[in-house]
């Protein structure tokens, strides 16, 4: 039922269908080129709440309830949530899902965290532990700015390298096979690598994690026997301008050229021109927002058939970093196919 | 299959085996009455690293290794680590495992992490997506300490329901079915859901958690449509003495009386008598290391035929409770069968 192709990389013959997906964003994400793709743009940055911290559960709450609506299902009919998010504990998770009582099981992969829940969904519905899994992650600009970087009212100046934490979140629901696949499906999954070649600039998160995302496509591509022209895109999570060229290049060094198919979310999210973004967004809700706001209605509406979904994540902890640590990256795969009787 | 027997809840007809486990702990765990249990206790809290947090990633590289030579696996075998622990961005993980070069999916659920672990090891093996997979977790009493409550230098008082965050670590080895199950495997999982009364005292998490704990037990036994005797113990996390107390009360009044076969690894890490550990261990390193070093061994060699494990988590956050949020509790399971053919 589920092949194991290569060591962590695997293909679902009978895959989990997609039932339904939602994506929240905030009021510069929905000022930015892909604004109009967004279930629902928020123009509050507390979302109603008292700190950013509830606005982020807040966004988080919304989006799976928007995904739920979608997907014709109540809550009691998940048998459980991968969720996951920036925040120490990730407390947007904790305290966004609490109340919907879904069984939840916490996942931490920095901005792969989609890519992640939808790997471990992918697996646990296709196998018939569960017959619905959500897939749900979240960031915050404020949130995770004060958490990783400076204070924002210390005013810091943000080098050209350094990218811009999304305020989004996304949320994917997915059915076990029933045997009569049909729509779009999670075919194939490669779980990332640690790989670390010793950045340790915060403002270069592009460069942490590019290693990481072409170790994860190349493998992918080897085990499965495709080359990057097979699929209508390659989508990385936010490798942002920066890292998104050092991907290309490293991955033509193994002899894939990537350019042509090749898109990343964090360099779609914002105009640099005029959003004064730097290299483009970041952060968990960056690639799971345009997954949910973007891809999948594409692969719905017929304009792709097929993509791969490479979440990138740095690895990055401001107590390791003060202790002189450099910033380990990874990157987690998901193949997204939109299957026909 | 794998079997959905209700919502959150599997069981697995076709096990998993355990092929390899280990525990090391500090030196305070190494004095307690199950001292003798683990493969290595080491005397320095430092582990011969810098700081407390490198000497947590240490911890867990030396418990994987171990697991993996009684195993008789190399790393190069492993199809994907499922590993996390309560540092901030689960760095004790993401450090300790980066030099192996084994796929790895991070995971969050505070201290019931190795029941999350084996919980998610379970499928990914029993369903081919890999061949082994290991499940990994640590915790250390000074980066918890630090990062959760005081500074330790500060040296603030411990009230009577405090537990103490144990230095240990664990690694379990499963190993995809193969047909002839023999050893002890896997043979079932209940995912546990945020269970949260309103427990706000970051030195009283035994009462935070207890709930989830009876909510996770309660929710397998009617699924599974058995009765706690049936099982040769039901281990808890860290409840600690007080915790423990409010679980067989909670549970009494669902109609289930656990109090004969009920063990719980944070009442038995310490002794509270000579050691001023108050109500008990706690961390994820509590559960998984008397898991590895005292239950597995245990279920080997025939004492034990059948154990619920049940890893116990605070999905407490110091921000979320700077800004009056209360701790909700998460409790994993899994069930643990020595098979015979």
């Known amino acids: 039922m589920i092949q194991n192709m290569a060591r962590g990389v695997f293909q679902l013959r009978q895959p989990p269908r997609i039932v339904g997906y939602g994506a929240v964003a905030g009021k510069k994400e929905g000022e930015g080129p892909m604004g109009q793709c967004f279930d629902r743009v928020e123009p ?37 949530i991968l969720a996951g998010d920036l925040m120490d504990q990730c407390i947007g998770s904790t305290f966004g899902l609490r109340s919907f009582g879904i069984p939840l099981l916490g996942i931490y992969g920095a901005c792969s965290t989609m890519a992640e829940g939808l790997l471990l969904s992918s697996v646990l519905t296709a196998s018939g532990a569960v017959t619905y899994a959500a897939a749900v992650t979240s960031s915050h600009f404020s949130t995770a700015e004060k958490q990783f970087r400076y204070p924002l009212s210390y005013g810091g100046q943000r080098p050209p390298t350094a990218q811009w934490t999304c305020t989004a979140s996304g949320a994917v629901i997915l059915e076990q096979p029933d045997g009569v696949t049909e729509g779009i499906c999670v075919t194939g999954g490669c779980v990332g690598k640690i790989v670390d070649l010793g950045v340790t600039d915060a403002n270069h998160m592009g460069a942490a994690m590019a290693p990481a995302a072409a170790d994860t496509i190349a493998r992918y591509l080897e085990a499965a026997g495709t080359q990057p022209h097979a699929y209508d895109a390659i989508v990385t999570g936010d490798l942002g301008l920066v890292g998104s060229q050092l991907l290309v290049e490293l991955l033509q060094k193994q002899g894939y050229d990537i350019a042509d198919v090749h898109q990343d979310c964090g360099a779609m999210m914002f105009d640099p021109e005029t959003q004064d973004t730097h290299a483009g967004g970041s952060g968990c809700g960056c690639s799971a927002s345009l997954l949910c706001g973007h891809f999948l209605p594409r692969l719905q509406q017929k304009n792709l058939r097929q993509i791969l979904f490479v979440a990138t994540g740095a690895l990055l902890s401001p107590t390791a970093s003060q202790q002189g640590e450099s910033i380990p990256g990874i990157a987690h795969l998901v193949e997204l196919t939109r299957m026909v009787r």
């Open 44 to 80: 509050d940055a507390y979302f109603g709440q008292k700190t950013w911290e509830q606005a982020e559960s807040q966004m988080q709450q919304e989006t799976l309830t928007l995904a739920l609506a979608k997907s014709g299902l109540t809550a009691q009919s998940l048998g459980c």
